[in-house]
């Protein structure tokens, strides 16, 4: 009788999915909003492991795949934004639904800002407010010095004022 | 004066702690999904094969029966990939084909399977019942579910457990007690967990809706979660209207059985209604469609019930005979008059299925209690003939398209001869034109028949919903000049001279807005000719 029994590989990335699934999920699903497209950004993130024949990063896998996730999270922002800009604007009689849109458009506009901002940048701002890292957290799982990413959260957060102020002005 | 620095850093504060958090259920299911996604690159990673049943794995020192066995297994995955799969991995039968018709089939990527009974199907796998066909396929927990005709769904595993992901149609899920895992039926706006119940999801293109007859399921969408016990129905979108179980599951081989499970837990579910006497003769002498008809009339203790007349095109002298009270009287009725009548359909609701045949019939029933019979009474009489005499199945199926929402102006309605508050039962014609070629709505009106009927009106082209929450009976007039120009097709109030939202606006102290509104059908998935008596 024949076995088929799982590579060393294969066992390693679903130790992998088990340990680090959520936090892409959560990372993906904070940026695009959207439980669909989460799933295709978690899909992407680990065929992107899969593809690969080691490890990567050493040891810094937590890291490199938050990186990943924010990375192809506001690709799909990004990706929304052009199809939005395509769409031909002949909609101005179109009915729209009240419920709701003011929190879409601002989460909207909050992540068209951030996937303005250099990565690191995006990655050091998403740790901070959405999964609610301190400085030192962050900089462990990022790879370099809390000076380094105090000073980056500060200079992010002066870029989105200003990319956002139209519509902060807005709000107030 | 400019906000400070201050202000628009403590607003940016606020928008980013904002980010949405998913439910942990939710995110379970989605990580279950993508593994499950990911099986076929995973699977390409499991490499070695060992002529064994220990489980014990070679090493890898190169000598020759190493070589051959590896040579061999190298064969084996390469030609029987598939084979070594479904053998050694029988996990992934999610369920058998129990009872279909003649149309139901699976599709995996662009291919498409006719499906027969005793077939296993495996998760991941979308089946489509076709029209006019349901179809049971049963879980391998013991669940049932049965499709309505015109469904799809896809099996799919999650990390706890099946999810049932309904893209479009209904379901009757008979769950079976869950031991360790869950069961769920996704829409695109809702999700159902159970542990053992029977229940029905309608998954349509304007929201979605639950109904529960025994046990109880929880019921997740944008709003929140909530608990449904027998008897209890919720759908996702408000503007969505309700219609008794019973005929949300008349297309059910099982109806019969799940409403007696629904009276049994509840006091709400009562037997179907049904006429003492019920006399239907197809008029054979007519041969074609006649020109004229006498509307098919019910009298209960609370008024008339009778169909609005349904093809303005063709608008017909009608001759309106006297009806005693407790009877339905019809002389050459359509049957889709009949269907209107019965199922409450709206001036601007479309029947759509399965052909109807062109059989007029003279119709006359009579209620057991003459004398206190509601008009509701003897519709849902009017529901049981249709089911008993000419088999019919039903399913109500609600879209979502342009149209318009008719609510009250911001300076309140504009009462006065042309809007004027009365009693007494509706009585309106229209829309019709009259010799200058005015469309003219004209009548005695609730304020929902009037909303349908301005959705009539061929230059407005969409359906009106009534918003105005008016609720009394009031003589309506109202006139509007076609323009000349503007092509059909789409619902624009423009197309006429001055606009119609400007003319209801002047006249009667409403507004008339465009907006994306519920539209609903009412699909027949079985129909035949009508029986003896």
Not at chain 2, 143 to 171: F, Y
Not at chain 2, 467 to 483: E, V
Request: hydrophobic share 40%.
């Amino acid at each position: 009788m024949l076995t088929v029994v799982k590579s060393e590989r294969a066992q390693e990335i679903e130790t992998i999915f088990k340990e680090h699934g959520q936090l892409v999920f959560r990372t993906a699903y904070g940026v695009t909003r959207n439980r669909e497209d989460a799933e295709d950004v978690v899909q992407a993130v680990f065929m992107q492991l899969v593809r690969q024949e080691r490890r990567p990063e050493g040891k810094n896998l937590q890291g490199y795949l938050y990186r990943a996730a924010v990375n192809a999270s506001l690709n799909t922002i990004r990706r929304r934004k052009r199809e939005r800009v395509l769409q031909v604007s002949d909609d101005i009689e179109a009915p729209t639904r009240v419920d709701s849109i003011n929190a879409e458009l601002r989460h909207r506009r909050l992540y068209e800002a951030i996937a303005e901002l250099k990565p690191d940048a995006a990655h050091i701002v998403i740790l901070r407010y959405m999964h609610n890292k301190s400085d030192a957290e962050i900089a462990a799982m990022l790879g370099t010095s809390r000076g380094t990413i105090a000073l980056k959260l500060f200079r992010s957060r002066a870029r989105l004022r200003k990319l956002l102020r139209a519509s902060l002005e807005e709000e107030l | 004066m400019k906000p400070s620095k201050k202000t628009l850093n403590q607003t940016l504060d606020r928008w980013l702690s904002q980010s949405p958090c998913p439910a942990f259920e939710d995110m379970q299911s989605s990580l279950g999904h993508v593994w499950e996604r990911l099986q076929p690159q995973i699977v390409g990673m499991r490499e070695e094969v060992i002529p064994t049943s220990t489980g014990v794995r070679l090493h890898w020192p190169w000598s020759k029966t190493v070589l051959v066995a590896a040579m061999t297994a190298a064969v084996v995955l390469v030609a029987l990939p598939m084979v070594l799969i479904r053998t050694l991995r029988p996990d992934t039968t999610a369920a058998i084909v129990q009872t279909v018709g003649s149309g139901l089939s699976r599709t995996d990527g662009k291919k498409s399977q006719a499906l027969h009974a005793g077939l296993h199907l495996t998760f991941g796998q979308t089946i489509r019942s076709s029209v006019g066909d349901a179809a049971v396929v049963a879980l391998s927990d013991g669940s049932n579910i049965e499709m309505r005709p015109n469904s799809e769904l896809a099996l799919e595993s999650t990390s706890d457990g099946v999810r049932i992901r309904l893209n479009r149609g209904s379901v009757i899920v008979v769950a079976a007690k869950q031991r360790t895992g869950h069961l769920y039926v996704q829409t695109k706006d809702l999700k159902v967990s159970v542990v053992g119940t029977v229940f029905l999801v309608n998954a349509e293109e304007a929201g979605s809706r639950v109904a529960v007859f025994q046990g109880e399921v929880t019921v997740q969408g944008d709003a929140g979660s909530r608990k449904l016990s027998p008897g209890e129905q919720v759908a996702t979108n408000p503007l969505m209207k309700s219609h008794p179980v019973s005929e949300q599951i008349s297309w059910s081989g099982s109806a019969a059985a799940h409403l007696a499970l629904l009276s049994q837990s509840t006091s709400a579910a009562s037997p179907r209604l049904k006429f003492d006497a019920a006399a239907i003769r197809p008029v054979r002498s007519a041969g074609v469609f006649i020109k004229t008809a006498d509307r098919l009339r019910c009298k209960g203790a609370d008024g008339i019930l009778t169909t609005s007349v349904i093809r303005f095109n063709q608008m017909i002298a009608s001759v309106v005979s006297e009806v005693p009270q407790g009877r339905c009287v019809g002389r050459n009725v359509d049957p889709i008059s009949l269907i209107a009548l019965a199922y409450d359909i709206p001036l601007n609701q479309r029947i759509s299925g399965v052909p109807i045949p062109e059989e007029l019939y003279d119709i006359e029933t009579e209620a057991m209690d003459l004398s206190t019979v509601t008009k509701e009474q003897l519709r849902q009489m009017l529901q049981t003939l249709l089911l008993e005499r000419f088999a019919i199945k039903v399913h109500r199926e609600t879209r979502e398209g342009d149209g318009f929402l008719l609510t009250v102006g911001k300076n309140g309605p504009n009462y006065g001869p042309a809007f004027m508050e009365t009693s007494g039962e509706e009585e309106y014609f229209g829309p019709m034109h009259d010799a200058s070629g005015k469309a003219v709505v004209k009548g005695k009106f609730r304020l929902k028949t009037f909303a349908e009927s301005l959705g009539l009106l061929d230059n407005l082209s969409g359906p009106v919903l009534d918003m105005t929450n008016l609720s009394g009976i009031y003589n309506l007039t109202l006139i509007l000049k076609d323009a000349s120009s503007g092509s059909r097709g789409t619902p624009n109030a423009e197309r006429f001279d001055p606009p119609a939202s400007k003319v209801i606006g002047e006249q009667l102290g409403l507004r008339l807005e465009r907006a994306k509104v519920p539209v609903e059908y009412l699909v027949v998935d079985h129909f035949e000719k009508a029986s003896e008596n």
